[in-house]
């Protein structure tokens, strides 16, 4: 029986941005030891930024604030997002890298994914609803108030912008409420998923719809089925103001171009409440530009303008300073370097100048320290002639280097007893002090282990002896 071919299927992706920028991504990650719940509502929180966000990001204790900025401009990363823990509160930080603005709130209440689905009756269970981004909904926000005005622009920036003309209404699966509250400067953030069902339809028919076999056994036709008892509305449908007129087909049976629908929100989770604490210039730093807690006056801030100006030239000098001492040891090494090539070439390049050799420095220098003349066969002569020791041990290892003989070998000692051992780097000797072929004795000095016998030989170790 022959292979049947498998089908690749097509995920179909999120309609890409009008203006062809690449889509804003984020790091979600915590700073220092922050508990196991709070580690799942890291978890919960990539879960509702995806696709754009790295969902495995794996943080140890090791690694610093700089390792993330530096490794974000390759991989495209836009935001970080970090969850903190001190001893009274519970810190968010979102960050717009690599130059700011830093927002800092603290955690009032939050709710993670788990908490919400076993709260509800019939929860959403598919996967595929995170394979596009989600749709930001805001409410609250002020154009006169300029802390609400940041806030906004900031969350709008952590999600893809949406061309209206252009957008695929099937892409919209999910969308994320942000609610602002002026009056306390809190946030509100709920996680909602997307549902749409076709309106005018009984709920038998529309069961039939989605495929779902009914029990028919209790009724003669089935028309009894869908004019009968299934013929009322179920659940929420009476409420008003969520039938809409479909202008795209979309994913789900019924949802049919120029039909009514209604559109219904299923809560997927997490949620926060959150407090604004203070707005930042710089990257989890810089000048203070909004404190929620902390009030100060106009000299105040301009003396600490003053003081990043003043830590920031001073930053710039001592950076200069460093690339110009390094400038500076590099071409120190550069010259050591060729120092010690050019002295490494004379000792090697034969006679020296003054035509002069190394024997006659050898000479020179016995001359100098001992005060005397040295023996001719002492020193071999330039021109390799000696007649003395030195010369014969010289002529010697030329020839057998020329005939690729091996050097002599030392002879063993015929007694194990009386070869040298060495131990530790130190050379000890051993001896025995009289051996004889019949019943002898070996005595060695030190304290005795015992006696062994060998074809009819005594070894016998005495704890004192003289050789």
């Known amino acids: 029986m022959g292979r049947t071919r ?43 930024m995806e696709p754009n966000t790295a969902t495995k990001l794996k943080v140890r204790q090791r690694n610093v604030l700089k390792d993330f900025v530096t490794v974000a401009g390759p991989l495209g990363v836009t935001h970080f997002m970090i969850i903190s823990r001190s001893d009274d509160f519970i810190n968010l930080r979102v960050c717009r890298i690599p130059h700011g603005p ?9 709710s993670l994914c788990k908490d919400v689905v076993n709260s509800q009756k019939d929860p959403v269970s598919t996967q595929l609803i995170y394979m596009t981004p989600p749709l930001l909904v805001q409410n609250g926000f002020s154009s006169d108030d300029k802390p609400s005005q940041l806030i906004s622009t900031v969350f ?36 909602y ?21 009914p029990d028919l056994s209790k009724y003669h036709d089935i028309s009894e089925y869908v004019l009968g008892d299934g013929a009322s509305d179920s659940e929420g449908e009476e409420v008003g103001g969520g039938d809409v007129t479909l202008p795209q087909d979309l994913p789900g049976r019924g949802n049919i171009r120029t039909q009514q629908s209604a559109v219904r929100l299923s809560e997927l989770g997490p949620r926060l409440t959150l407090q604004l604490v203070k707005i930042e210039s710089g ?69 020296s100048v003054g035509g002069g050799s190394d024997e006659d420095d050898d000479v020179e220098w016995y001359r100098q320290e001992v005060g005397e003349e040295p023996d001719p066969d002492t020193f071999i002569t330039s021109d390799g002639t000696g007649k003395g020791i030195a010369s014969k041990l010289k002529r010697r290892m030329g020839k057998r280097q020329k005939t690729g003989s091996p050097s002599p070998k030392p ?50 170790k005495k704890s004192s002896g003289r050789l």
């Open 6 to 48: 498998r089908k690749k299927k097509q995920t179909v992706g999120a309609t890409p941005p009008s203006d062809g920028a690449p889509p804003p991504k984020t790091f979600i990650m915590e700073r220092g030891r922050v508990g196991n719940s709070l580690n799942q509502l890291i978890l919960n929180l990539r879960q509702a």
């Open 102 to 110: 830093t927002l800092t709130f603290h955690i009032k209440a939050f």
């Open 156 to 191: 709008q920036n952590l999600f893809p912008s949406l061309s209206v003309g252009s957008v695929r209404l099937g892409d919209i699966r999910r969308c994320l409420l942000l609610q602002y509250h002026p009056d306390n400067k809190s946030l509100e953030l709920r996680h």
């Open 193 to 213: 998923a997307i549902r749409v069902k076709p309106r005018g339809l009984s709920r038998g028919v529309r069961k039939l719809v989605k495929s779902r076999v």
């Open 283 to 351: 990257l989890c730093g810089g000048e203070v530009l909004y404190h929620s807690f902390m009030r100060k006056s106009q000299s105040a801030v301009l003396s600490l303008r003053h003081e990043k100006e003043d830590a920031r030239r001073l930053k710039a000098i001592r950076k200069q300073e460093q690339e110009h001492n390094v400038a500076r040891k590099k071409e120190e090494r550069a010259q050591h370097k060729e120092r010690c090539l050019a002295g490494m070439s004379k000792e090697t390049g034969g006679p």
């Open 411 to 460: 002879k063993r000692s015929k007694y194990p007893s009386q070869e040298s051992t060495t131990r530790q780097g130190k050379r000890h000797t051993k001896t025995s002090s009289s051996h004889k072929s019949g019943g002898g004795v070996v005595r060695f000095a030190g304290k005795t282990k015992g006696t062994a016998k060998t074809g009819g030989r005594v070894f016998r």
